[in-house]
Structure formats: C-alpha cells, structure tokens
C-alpha cells in the first residue's frame, strides 16, 4: 500500500549556447590527487577533468547549451553529484556529505533541491496516512478514495515543476525523473519532447520512447516477434518454438516475486487444464526472476505447462521486445502468430479466450 515510493534525490548545475561556467568543490583528503571528471549525465561523454588538491577542486570553462552533468571521482558512483549547467553556472559541489550535495545560489539546482524536498515531504505525509488507515482496518478502496487528492497533489509539484520550466534544462530533468509517471504512450512522449526544450536529450526519456516503440510494433495485429531464453531443465528454447505452429498460444510474463502475477496463475492453470491440447495451450514466460525462487513458485502454485526463462543479462531481453514496462503481461497469439490481443487478465481473460476457441 506503499503508494509513493520516494524518489531519489537528484541535484545538478547550468549552461546555455557558448556559455561559462564554473564549479568549484569540496572532498575529503582521502581524495587529494584523485582526477575529478565532469561527464555528460545523458552520453557518458567527458567534458572537463581536474585534479583534487588540499580537498579541493574547480572546473572553469564553457559549454555549449544547457546540460544535465555528473561530477564524479575517479568515475566512482560512491563519489558523483548531478548537476544542471546553464547560463554563466557558479555552482559548488560538495563531497564531504552524504549524499554530495550541489547548490548554486537560487539558480536550477537550488530550485530542483527545493522541489524535492517538498515532493518528499508531502509524499511522507501520504504515507502516513496510509499507514494509519491501514492500522484502522480500512479496506483498499478506501485508503484509495481517500488519498487519491494527496497523490495528485504530490504529483502536481512534479508537473508544475516541468510547467514552469518548459523552455528550460530544469523542466526536462524533472521530466526524466517522472517520465514512467506522466507519459504512458507514444503519443504522449512525443507531446512531451515537442513542448519541453531539451526533453529529447533526457536519457530516461528516450529509453521510454524506444520502450514504447516497440510495444507499438508489437500491439494486436502485429505479427509475433522472436525471442531466445532456456526451458527449465537449461535447454535452449525460443517463443517460436510455440507460437505460429497453428495453435492458440496464452503467454503470461510472470516472476515468482510478483503478487499480481501468482494472482493469474490459477485462471491460467484453469485454461490450460480446461483447453489445452492441439487447439491451444499457457506458455510461461519468467522475466525480471531468481532461478530458485522462480522453480520453487512452480512447485507451489502447481504450474505444469512450459515455461521459458529469460536471463537477467540476456541482450534481446523478451520483456524490451514488447516493449514491457511492468509484470503481468498476459498475450493471446493466434494460430499463424499473429498478436490477437495484450494485457489480458482476469475473467475477462477467460471470456476471451474461450470466445476466441469457439
């Protein structure tokens, strides 16, 4: 019932077309002679480096246009701060906190710091209320009902944030940060990158974009793409194995960790036991998973039909190719293998798929 998860803290600096900038920080003396390097936060490019003397250092320079930058030492994640770069930038990084903290007196990072700390401030009181309505023994509908106002009022300090900052690096950081939030499609996306300056170069929001585009090229009607995983005794398997050879075939990308997901496992068991043979059959596919965990959650939900392991390092990822943003997915592939329909769930799974083998 955790419905705000809080947000990482992120901070930054910032810099327009051809503009200076300067950074100066602080480091412990464990740092002294350590090289400091300022990178491009969105392409992992390395703009500037310094050397950390007597527990300090500074860049000087310029850069072109506003970027989001990671100050790190020796390219350690224990040692790096974000910060946006703008016009005539005089920010100051410092190393001797937990987390780094970045300020550059009222300009962009003070404005993000100031943001988030209100974000997690009201997000901690919707817990709490949470909690205490939990605590009261109210139902789940109506802890929803009567928090759903605070959520989007929390959620507002995130869209005004990217509102009054649309022409900016600021407001397309912040859209980055709560991309998987406010931008649930395609269309959305592209709304987003023509509106807010710099959105496009935002790392998060590109990763969306190509998310969502492949679960376009994946939607009904599209025909099934290919993936590669292993059966549960280790051999190689392939969706294709099963989908497109003239049967119904109902794919649930699942985990053992997952709540939602066991909560369909005895629907699909029951279509599996009920439909199973020539015409159609239930294909797990485990994503996201540990093998142990993942074998003994077939044991104790009694799945029989097969399943396909994906491993966590697997390049061509089957949860990336279709473009999967959160578990279950449920698919019904038809007998050619054609995608007949996504996001099936429930009983209105079971209709459907009985409709379908009439």
Not at 149 to 155: G, M, P, T
Not at 291 to 302: Q, V
């Amino acid at each position: 019932m955790k419905i705000l998860s809080t947000l990482a803290l992120a901070v930054f600096a910032f810099t327009a077309s051809a503009q200076s900038y300067k950074i100066t920080g602080k480091a412990d003396e464990n740092s002294n002679g350590k090289t400091v390097y300022l990178v491009d936060h969105n392409t992992a490019e390395v703009y500037d480096s310094c050397v950390v003397k007597k527990g300090k250092f500074k860049f000087k320079n310029k850069i072109t246009g506003e970027k989001v930058l990671k100050v790190n030492i020796d390219k350690s994640r224990r040692t790096e701060a974000v910060l946006m770069v703008g016009n005539k930038t005089k920010a100051t990084v410092d190393f001797t906190t937990n987390p780094a903290t970045v300020t550059d007196k009222g300009g962009y990072n003070d404005q993000l710091t100031a943001m988030m700390n209100s974000a997690t401030e009201a997000g901690e009181a919707v817990n709490a209320k949470i909690e205490q309505m939990m605590n009261e023994g109210k139902s789940r509908e109506e802890i929803a009902e009567a928090v759903s106002a605070d959520i989007e009022a929390v959620y507002d300090i995130y869209r005004n944030a990217i509102n009054d900052n649309k022409d900016n690096i600021l407001g397309a950081y912040v859209a980055g940060m709560a991309a998987r939030m406010f931008y649930s499609n395609l269309e959305e996306i592209d709304e987003l990158i023509a509106t807010v300056k710099y959105a496009g170069e935002m790392a998060p929001i590109k990763a969306l974009r190509e998310n969502y585009q492949k679960a376009e090229a994946t939607q009904a009607g599209k025909m099934f793409v290919d993936f590669e995983g292993y059966t549960i005794d280790g051999k190689p398997s392939r969706l294709s194995d099963y989908v497109g050879k003239g049967k119904y075939v109902l794919v649930d990308f699942w985990a053992s960790w997952c709540g939602p997901c066991k909560g369909e496992i005895p629907n699909l068991i029951e279509l599996q036991n009920q439909y199973g043979g020539e015409k159609f059959t239930v294909l797990g596919v485990n994503v996201w998973d540990d093998e142990e965990a993942f074998k003994l959650a077939l044991e104790e939900e009694g799945i029989t039909y097969p399943q396909i392991v994906i491993p966590q390092n697997n390049k061509d990822n089957a949860t990336e190719l279709y473009g999967i943003q959160g578990i279950p997915q449920i698919i019904l592939f038809g007998p050619d293998g054609t995608i007949i329909r996504r996001n099936l769930r429930g009983q209105s799974m079971m209709d459907f798929v009985a409709e379908q083998l009439k």
